[in-house]
């Protein structure tokens, strides 16, 4: 059930009511906040008991606790404060969030338990952790948003901290992030009789609402532009493919854009070389990549990124009927190059060359960043832990590494090389689609660097985190919205002035 969290922020000293939340360190430690409450001798029967220790992400759940005014008491371990990364902020508010669903509304006392400063910047991403751990896609379960009694479920949280006017405007950029990680959930989550191109492409367009300039081209624009290996995908679907251009523009003047680019198809049979049955409804989410990239451009334009930012998606609907490209099928790509088709479930590469080529020619960017679900090989290799990384230049590999580390949306670096590049060599044209049953992620990686010229270029291959992946402390949903924090820090980290 979806939950309506809304946060308030507020010096400590109001007596709390209801449902509190405080902290113990390793050795059972608690701050000034939770001392003032009184209930130290309570938790620590309590613990005992429970063997609760204080390590981080633990809770400890005192229901009516005795002595006290508090409906409930719940007691969340932080372990050493000293050793929590950026991540593990996020990932103790998800842990909350997850401890207290039931409750209508909660106080919690944020301060560590050795009594020293805890910044503003952390106490905003535990906020963001509760925020995305309470977000469920229900819009199709009848009722599913209310609570028992019929009313809307909502969760109102008081965030009690010394420095609060510094929590609240750290919080507003967090937030911006939160709402950019939640659409691209909504999308991907979103099913394919719902979300076609036209109506992905409506999504963008709301981003004007932001300062973002929208451009929406139409099949007819793409055929202008030669872009015939994206519309070979879209040609067997009655629904006409889009592209949408999403530009920010917070930067220095004339500067060179940051340019992020998204897979879009938005649901994938395999064409003629169609994919079996048996989970093909998980196929709504192969558009994850163009999910990540509009979140990231709402991220970044919420919080006014001091940067120029381009965000471009290739939205298409790859289906089999009497007009879809075929196997054998040669295609002249918007570079001019030539492509054979040899397996037409191959289709995300076909989007996104064409996608680079035309980034490349109408920006000049700084820098290119593609994101697609493009290969179950990717999943073979890495599982649902990281995401694939391929890149030409070691600069760009380090800021997307580091992002990685930081946000907790890790990626691993993979190899680009020659050897690989000779197994899309084709007979009949200047390369094929696919590689073989071997390497397959490295091959398709291969093929797309055919498309990049001179620019500093980054592959993320998300096929394995940005649907059906490993639910954590902060997200139960089946998307995950990953990648609008890993792109949104790349950004500020690296490009912002």
Known sequence: MTVQTSFSFAKPGRKPLGTVVVFAGNDLALGPQAKALGVGD?????????????????????????????????????????????YDWLRLGGSVAGAVSRSKSVTVMMERPDGRKLAAGHIADFALGMRLRTYAYDKFKTGAKNDDNGKPSALAVTI????????????????????????ARDLVN??????????????????????????????????????????????GSPRPPRVAVMRWTGGKAKEPPVTLIGKGVVFDTGGISIKPGAGMEDMKGDMGGAAAVIGAMKAIAGRKAKAHVVGIIGLVENMPDGNAQRPGDIVTAKSGKTIEIINTDAEGRLVLCDLLTYAEQRFKPKLMVDLATLTGAILVALGHHHAGLFANDDALADALLAAGKETGERVWRMPLDPEYDKMIDSRFADMKNIGGRYAGSVTAAQFLQRFVEDTPWAHIDLAGT??????????????????????????????EK
Do not use: C, H
């Not at 639910?471 to 792109?487: C, D, F, H, P």
């Open 42 to 86: 309570l938790i620590a029967r309590a613990a005992a008991t429970a063997s609760f220790k204080g390590k981080a992400m633990t809770t400890l759940d005192l229901l009516a606790p005795a002595g006290t005014d508090l409906d409930r008491l719940v007691v969340v371990g932080m372990g050493k404060p000293a050793d929590l990364a950026e």
């Open 190 to 235: 979103d099913p394919a009789n719902v979300l076609g191109p036209v109506e992905f492409a409506r999504k963008a367009s709301e981003l004007k609402k932001l300062g973002v300039a929208v451009e929406i081209l139409t099949e007819a624009n793409l055929k202008k532009l030669d872009m015939a290996a994206l519309l070979g995908v879209a040609q």
């Open 160 to 183: 009690a901290s010394a420095d609060s006017a510094a929590v609240r405007k750290a919080w507003e950029r967090a937030e911006a992030i939160g709402e950019g990680v939640i659409l």
């Open 466 to 495: 940005a649907m059906d992946s490993r639910q954590t402390e902060i997200n139960q949903s089946w998307a995950s919205g990953w990648g609008v924090r890993l792109l949104d820090r790349m950004v500020a980290d690296k490009y």
